[in-house]
């Protein structure tokens, strides 16, 4: 039975692809599921047989072990991920503007329910 190996969901194309050759060099046979037409389904790298699993994960365990110590070599060791608070410093009216439509979001999500809840 086919078992999920690697998602390809917020993938950048150049790992996925790195992903599908090392699985080729491997010689484990695999399929590939995309996100559909209108990006709802599940896009996936799967391993058809279940006795290549075990193989199938050391091997992306060591490429993703590679590939982050390759990745921070390049950066630096100075990079520092973005937060929320780095972005605001950065962009305030972006970030502002950015929390007040998510308030106006959930505002209007969640005012029905109060409208309920105080008539009865």
Not at 21 to 37: K, N, Q, V
Not at 83 to 98: D, E
């Amino acid at each position: 039975m086919a078992k999920i190996i690697f998602r390809l969901r917020l993938v950048p194309e150049e790992e996925a692809d790195e992903v599908r050759l090392l699985l080729e060099d491997s010689h484990i046979p695999w399929f590939e599921t995309s996100a559909g037409r209108w990006g709802v389904s599940f896009p996936a790298l799967w391993v058809r047989d279940d006795d290549d699993l075990p193989r199938a994960r050391q091997l992306l365990e060591e490429y993703q072990r590679a590939r982050t110590e390759r990745i921070r070599a390049e950066r630096g060791e100075d990079f520092v991920p973005e937060t929320i608070i780095s972005r605001f410093l950065q962009r305030p009216l972006a970030t502002l503007a950015v929390f007040g439509f998510v308030a106006i979001v959930v505002y209007f999500s969640i005012r029905p329910f109060f409208s309920i809840l105080s008539q009865g």
